[in-house]
């Protein structure tokens, strides 16, 4: 698995429940912009605010609504080892390609272990390890994530995003060696090119801009390896990256509020709707400089 893993929001009607047409239109667009794989339910899905039932239903749509055209990345993070497992049996079940999980808060080193143990033996597919940071999740410790990628089976993968994710990744690939089949970077992509040099096999970034992370990824990848093995960042991803970080940095302001806007004023979701009682609210202000972000990357948007 390699490139731009889009992740698409979970649109909601006025009255808050699901608003599914729109789901299946925003899946749909990602692909069509150029994702190389979609992931949801997480964080930037709002996952955590979806009842059960919704998480099954928003995963089945989505695994629908890519119809196959990329790998499809179940979010199965749950509260307790238990609820975690019963989302990677209904994501399976749903036809998901992989899972990805964050550790339940407050979780220690063996209690992550029992945690990734049993939803990599329900899955049967790849795992991803999602490393995030406080109040999201904890931090695994470095060591932790390396004996799980060569002692359980179907745990190959690492979203990593803590707090100096550059030097985690550095430290998991001379570590875990061949277990490790591959980690991307998350945090909307904020830090790519210095991931990329290290040896990321991608990025996870909300969906919102898709095109512009395809546009980006596409130059990276035209840069082959240096003399030491390191992928060589090329001059035009790192000026397409420049171009990006505005968006980048107002999106990390507003988070999901960010996302839903974005995608509802490219026409994608019918409402910019939002469940988390946290999540920031954008004022007119906040609307129009969101407009005149997107409208600087006209050339980067398709």
């Known amino acids: 698995m390699r490139g731009v893993y889009s992740i698409p929001v979970t649109p909601f009607n006025e009255d808050g429940s699901v608003d599914f047409p729109s789901l299946r239109r925003c899946v749909e667009w990602c692909v069509e912009r150029g994702a190389h794989g979609i992931v949801l339910p997480v964080n930037a899905s709002e996952g955590p605010f979806l009842t059960d039932s919704e998480r099954a239903d928003v995963i089945r749509e989505g695994v629908k609504a890519t119809a196959g055209a990329v790998p499809f990345v179940a979010g199965v993070s749950g509260i307790t080892t238990t609820h975690a497992v019963e989302y990677t049996k209904a994501a399976v079940e749903a036809g998901a390609d992989s899972v990805i999980a964050a550790p339940p808060n407050a979780a ?3 209690m992550m272990l029992d945690y990734f143990g049993s939803v990599a033996e329900a899955s049967g597919v790849p795992v991803w390890l999602q490393n995030n940071k406080p109040p999201t999740s904890p931090v695994i410790p470095t ?3 390396v004996r799980m990628l060569k002692e359980i089976d179907h745990v190959e993968y690492v979203k990593e995003e803590s707090l100096v994710p550059g030097q985690v990744m550095t430290e998991l690939f001379e570590q875990s060696g061949d277990s490790c089949k591959g980690i991307m970077g998350g945090m909307g992509g904020r830090f790519l090119t210095d991931e990329y040099h290290r040896g990321s096999c991608g990025t996870m970034p909300a969906g919102h801009i898709t095109d512009a992370h395809r546009k980006l990824w596409d130059a990276l990848e035209k840069g082959g ?6 992928q060589v960042v090329t001059d035009e991803a790192q000026t397409i990256w420049e171009q990006l970080l505005p968006a980048l940095n107002f999106e990390f302001m ?3 509020s960010a996302y839903k806007i974005a995608f509802h004023r490219r026409g994608v979701i019918r409402t910019p709707v939002t469940r988390n009682p946290a ?4 004022d007119r202000l906040d609307i129009e400089e969101l407009d005149r972000i997107l409208g600087r990357l006209s050339p980067l948007l398709d």
């Open 225 to 230: 390896k240096d003399s030491d093995g390191l």
């Open 108 to 110: 220690n080193n063996e």
């Open 279 to 282: 999540a920031k609210k954008m």
């Open 143 to 145: 060591p932790l994530i």
């Open 254 to 256: 507003y988070s999901i």
